[in-house]
């Protein structure tokens, strides 16, 4: 029997929903860890954009893990940093705090996939993850906001 995975074109990984449904890990998929919860850091537990009924609701709080994932990305030097990141870093953060409309999140969602995929590298592994965990919840909230 074909995975279905694989007839969407994926690279075979779980989305941070199925993981959550099977009960698997979402490490590393910008779910924060038991641990960081009490310490206050990293993106909120309810990352995924699965959850909750309200559709913009979701967006928001998933746009506020990939700003956070791009803050991180931010403490660099300023001279390694890629401008297209901080442009990303800039549409997130205006998603995450309005309220527009349905089109213009998918808009400006496609604005900040497209940039993510066109940053280079920072030369730092850590800024790197987060730019690549960034770029994978972009990815999942693109799927999740149909035209």
Do not use: C, F, Y
Not at 8 to 26: F, H, L, Q, T, W
Not at 119 to 136: F, K, M, N, Y
């Amino acid at each position: 029997m074909r995975d279905r995975r694989d007839s969407r074109g994926g690279d075979g990984d779980r989305s941070i929903r199925n993981a959550k449904r099977n009960k698997r890990s979402v490490e590393g998929r910008g779910v924060r860890r038991a641990q960081d919860a009490d310490a206050g850091v990293g993106p909120s537990a309810n990352a995924g954009p699965a959850d909750g009924s309200d559709g913009d609701d979701r967006t928001e709080r998933a746009m506020r893990d990939v700003r956070w994932h791009l803050d991180m990305v931010e403490e660099q030097e300023p001279e390694k940093q890629d401008h297209r990141i901080r442009e990303a870093r800039s549409i997130s953060r205006d998603l995450s705090t309005g309220t527009p409309s349905k089109a213009t999140v998918r808009n400006r969602t496609q604005q900040v996939d497209d940039l993510l995929q066109r940053a280079d590298s920072t030369g730092d592994p850590e800024a790197d993850s987060h730019v690549d965990t960034a770029r994978q919840m972009v990815r999942d909230l693109l799927w999740w906001i149909k035209p």
